[in-house]
């Protein structure tokens, strides 16, 4: 496969992009009381979004 320039530095910016944004979004949901609500991870209680039959 070969690409052009253009798409060689649009691939190289998205991804920079994914390094710089990523790591922030999951020291926000670490930081979020809400993440943690329940005291472990998984016990929270389900939201009515859901949508889930079984839950």
Do not use: K, Q
Request: net charge positive.
């Amino acid at each position: 496969m070969v690409l052009s320039r253009g798409w060689s530095l649009f691939l190289v910016a998205v991804g920079v992009w994914t390094w710089a944004i990523w790591p922030r979004f999951a020291v926000a949901i670490w930081n979020d009381e809400r993440a943690w609500s329940a005291g472990a991870v998984g016990e929270a209680a389900r939201p009515a979004s859901c949508g889930c039959t079984h839950c």
